[in-house]
């Protein structure tokens, strides 16, 4: 079994907003990004402490979203850069992890 150093990153951002398709055009088919995952959030809040529900009496439009992806550190570094000057994210979050293939 083989250890490859990647780096995981996560974007969040709420539904709604049309980023999302545009993100993830961008992730496969320009920075050839290897893995991306789209979480949808039952129930979140930001810095403005507005919560966003699924619940049937607050129904809320904009449901928290994660866009998670991992790659080789200078692919997601680069993904980022990418992502923020095109997309406008706000809330980018990265750290280094292992992958295990095998």
């Known amino acids: 079994m083989s250890a490859t150093p990647i780096t995981i990153a996560r974007i969040y951002t709420l539904e709604g907003h049309d980023q999302l398709n545009q993100a993830l055009d961008i992730l ?7 893995g991306v995952t789209i979480i949808r959030g039952i129930a979140g809040f930001g810095q403005n402490r507005k919560v ?3 619940s049937l009496l607050t129904l809320s439009l904009e449901l928290p979203l994660i866009i998670e992806f991992y790659d080789e550190p200078e692919k997601i570094e680069k993904a980022i850069l990418t992502l923020k000057s095109r997309l406008d994210f706000k809330h980018i979050v990265s750290w280094s992890a292992t992958a295990h293939n095998g």
């Open 28 to 34: 496969r088919d320009e920075e050839k990004i290897f």
């Open 52 to 54: 966003h529900t699924s």
